[in-house]
């Protein structure tokens, strides 16, 4: 049995201000702070062999973070920008609220939740899957075939297409799906990479 943790990065300033965040590199609040050492306190005691995190501050201080508290500072982590937030393109940096107003709520609705649809000069939930899962397929599952233990830390939605892909959820009940900040994800894997047990810890 392998072990593979999921944990989205804690909350960012860009959270805290209800703005559309993508690939901008923003940091944790003190709040996403506390958040990532939450979860390195449920994480203590487990056993990992590799980390993976984005390239960008907030996962990679929340790796951080989560690893001091969880006592295992000295953990490998490879970072790579495979594992990046979706680029929202020119919505980057925009108040939510404020653009559901300028542009209504079903074309912002259908902008973060459409597995398709691109925003203005970004990416949808279906190209990030493009880069992240072959990226899990090349660099994770190989670990997790050997029996390795790994922990993943990045983003709402990269963490998104890796669990529509992991639990093969469809592209409409994926746009229902939200992953909490700080929360880890735990999935037991058997030899062949089918879940045994999936949940929140």
Do not use: C
């Not at 960012?12 to 990532?36: H, I, K, Y």
């Not at 029996?147 to 639990?167: K, P, T």
Request: proline share 4%; no cysteine; aromatic share 6%.
């Amino acid at each position: 049995m392998a072990l593979l943790v999921l944990v989205r990065h804690g909350q960012s300033s860009w959270n805290l201000e209800n703005r559309f965040t993508g690939e901008e590199d923003v940091p944790l609040t003190a709040l996403g702070q506390e958040e990532a050492r939450s979860a390195g306190r449920k994480l203590r005691g487990q056993h990992f062999t590799q980390g993976f995190t984005s390239v960008l501050q907030r996962a990679i201080e929340t790796m951080r973070l989560l690893l001091e508290t969880a006592g295992y500072p000295e953990l490998p982590v490879t970072r790579d920008k495979a594992l990046n937030e979706r680029n929202y393109g020119r919505l980057q940096g925009l108040n939510k609220a404020e653009t559901a107003r300028k542009y209504g709520d079903e074309q912002v609705a259908i902008w973060r939740r459409s597995y398709t649809t691109r925003p203005p000069g970004g990416e949808s939930l279906a190209d990030t899957a493009a880069r992240v899962i072959p990226y899990y397929q090349n660099h994770i599952e190989p670990l997790l075939k050997q029996g390795q233990n790994i922990l993943v830390v990045a983003h709402g939605n990269s963490l998104r297409s890796l669990i529509m892909h992991l639990e093969h959820i469809s592209e409409e009940n994926i746009s229902h799906f939200d992953l909490p900040t700080g929360v880890p994800r735990s999935y037991q894997l058997n030899d062949r990479l089918t879940i045994e047990k999936a949940g929140y810890m």
